[in-house]
């Protein structure tokens, strides 16, 4: 008998071609990549430019010594100026490219997709470990900002590094997509993650108050700091340690929010997913307004001022939150907001009781 070769159908070619021929997650939020990636650039050019520690104010009549305006960051911790240059080369130089692939990135190439993911990761790295060397001062700093950056490093090299199309998944991506709110979600999500990122950067390398210009030693040679070092660091210890400590949460928790929205393997979770970057928001919010109260409040009367504003954010969100799973669940609300939505369509004359 003879067998003949039967062709499956049109749906089952697109299902099967699927994960090839799709979109990525990357593509369709392009403009918030290349905006997360311009502002990556822009504040790591200026970093780069104005170093963490300052600058030599002066120099010694002999020529002998650092010249007025080189680093002091190089001449008191060589090794952190090293880290902070490589690392925050590399960002800048990433986010670079990352720009120029977004420009010329296209639906249906999946190599360049790949490419993009693993500029990416050497961004995200470069910008951790520039915001690592150039705010660890002290112990205290160095292991805060280690315990925070481990479990993030281990995510972001694992969720961009095997993507589903390294690992051979062959789920169609129709469904795993996640439908147009929650792209939208995603696109507001990200930028709310963008700015912060930006933010909470510029402020750590920054901190309030400068740096010292020169080393202080008492009579005796014990050292009271040394010249880079953060002025409010030795003025006022707790302020300076509330503030790294939330400028920090907040850095980490905001840069933990974008590999979490573009991880591929999490599109069929999408409310577990949001769930999680809520939670993460929430957290990032919450140290940009704690990091804000330590560095800005000189003064017990704008401390507390200060911190009562920021109570009130909060507040705000969890009476929204409360009012909307009122209308959604209680019955009495959601009668009256039937009513109401009859009602106005009436006006309108696009409701039924109209026609």
Known sequence: PTSTFTPPPPNELATSNDVAEDPELLYELKEQLLLLTTLVATVTYVTGLNLPGGAWQTQQADGHGPLAGD?????????????????????????????????????KRSVWTMVLRVVMVLDLLGLMGSYAAGTCHDTFATIWAVALACPVLAYITFAFVTSRRLSGDTTPRAARDPGQKEKEKIEVLMLLATFAVTISYAAGLNPPGGFWTSTLQQKDGRLLHLAGDPIMEDSALRRYRAFFVCNTTAFVASLFIIPLLLDEKLSSKISARFRAVYGFIAVALLGLMGAYAAGSCRKTDSTVKVIFLAAAVPACVGLQLALSYAALHLKPIKVMRASF?????HVRGTGPAAA
């Open 341 to 345: 939505s009859e009602w106005f369509d």
């Open 71 to 107: 680093p002091i960051l190089r001449d008191i911790h060589y090794r952190r100026y090293l880290a902070f240059y490589y690392c925050n080369g590399t960002a800048l130089a990433s986010s670079v490219v990352v720009c120029l692939i977004l420009v010329m990135l296209q639906k």
